[in-house]
C-alpha cells in the first residue's frame, strides 16, 4: 500500500477506507443477518459516518509514523469536531439503563 504523497493521495486514502469499510460492513452484516439492508429495508446511514471516522482514524494513526502523512493532514479539527460530537453522544446514551 503506497501512503499519500499529496492531497490528491490523501482523499483517494480516505475514500479508499471508507469503501473497505463499507464492504466489510455489508458482508458482515449479510453474514450476520442474510440481508444487507436494515429490517425495515432502509439504508444505514451510520454506516458512512463510521466509515469516515474509522478512514480518517487510520490516516491519523499512519499520521503518527509518518511526518509527511500528518504535514499533509493538516489541521485536524473537522475530525476533533466529529470525534468529540460522537463521544459526548455516546457517553449521554450510555447513560440510559438498558433492558438486559
Known sequence: ???PADENGLY???MFGMLLYLVAHYIA????TGRFS???GGFPITSVFDSA???TSVLLLVGIVEP???ELIGN???FLIIAGIAGVAYSVHALVPKDD
Open 53 to 55: 471516522t474509522f478512514s
Open 29 to 32: 452484516r449479510r453474514i450476520k
Open 1 to 3: 500500500m503506497n501512503l
Open 68 to 70: 509527511k502523512v500528518l
Open 38 to 40: 436494515t429490517k425495515s
Open 12 to 14: 483517494a486514502f480516505v
Open 76 to 78: 485536524t479539527k473537522p
